[in-house]
């Protein structure tokens, strides 16, 4: 059986690389004020920083709904296929719940994943859904696999500002305000599918090491599996910088670290200037 792959778009996948990749991207609304725009399809990433930077309106993203899931799966079976679906978290958007359901009426021809995670570690459990198919696996050991694994994602980001998942609600105000104080840089981490506040440094330097010494802590790297990195905004120049900082994690194990810029769903609400490491952990 030929099996498709089916992502949305806070996995930071746009339509241009799902389509070289033959991936299906149902992408999230991204409303600035009356306009909307499709996440990675009619609003660059770089489009999106430049009105996010420029104007002071908040936007606001929107879940995909039943309807667009079921479309995409009836699409992707209509020939005898199955599907493997990848989410983002559902504690941070019900787009899982709207796939599910969707999912229902397929009888076991379509699989959801709830990812557990977003953005770029969202990304890397998609990486590894593709290998599984492209290595033959069957719907049941791909949808077994990617639950045995999408709990040893780690997803670490440095963070310019708080201010952005506050207004979100993603964090209380309180928390907001502590990761605020004397100018630190905040460190969240996504943990069991929430966004969390594990540790603030004053100043560049000291975060990258701050950064370097929890990716160290969370288990070690596991090179065998899919990782990256990523930066919000116009610039990747605070990431290479890290890069740079952290340059014994990776030497040794690998020529390049994929880098990523990230997108509208998840930059509407870390901001520009945040840097991000994903990988799974040994």
């Not at 199955?82 to 009426?105: H, N, W």
């Not at 696996?137 to 999408?150: G, M, P, V, Y």
């Not at 780690?154 to 990761?179: D, E, P, W």
Request: proline share 2%; aromatic share 8%; with cysteine.
């Amino acid at each position: 059986m030929s099996i498709k792959l089916i992502v949305d778009s806070a996995s930071d996948i746009d339509a241009v690389e799902a389509e070289k990749r033959n991936i299906t991207m149902l992408p999230m609304e991204v409303s600035f004020g009356e306009e909307t725009y499709y996440d990675g399809v009619n609003l660059s990433r770089n489009e999106f920083f430049e009105k996010l930077i420029e104007t002071d309106v908040f936007p606001k993203t929107s879940q995909i709904n039943k309807f667009r899931f079921d479309e995409a799966f009836k699409n992707a079976v209509a020939d005898g296929s199955g599907a493997i679906c990848v989410t983002m978290s559902s504690k941070l958007s019900a787009t899982y719940q709207s796939a599910a359901d969707a999912a229902k009426k397929y009888g076991g021809q379509v699989r959801v994943i709830n990812s557990k995670n977003a953005s770029i570690g969202e990304r890397i459990l998609i990486d590894y859904a593709q290998r599984l198919i492209s290595e033959g696996h069957s719907l049941d050991e791909i949808e077994s696999s990617l639950n045995a694994a999408k709990g040893k994602i780690r997803l670490l980001a440095l963070l310019n500002t708080l201010q952005y998942l506050q207004k979100g609600g993603r964090i209380s105000l309180m928390t907001a305000f502590a990761g605020g104080l004397l100018n630190v840089k905040p460190v969240i981490a996504v943990k069991d599918g929430e966004v969390k506040l594990i540790g603030k440094a004053l100043g560049s330097k000291k975060s990258n090491n701050l950064l370097t010494q929890l990716v160290e802590k969370s288990g070690g790297i596991d090179f065998g599996m899919p990782y990256a990195v990523g930066y919000s905004g116009l610039s990747d120049d605070l990431l290479n910088k890290y890069l740079s900082d952290s340059a014994h994690l990776w030497h040794g194990h690998t020529d390049a670290v994929p880098p990523y810029q990230i997108g509208s769903t998840i930059g509407a609400h870390i901001g520009p200037g945040a840097i991000a490491v994903a990988f799974f952990a040994k």
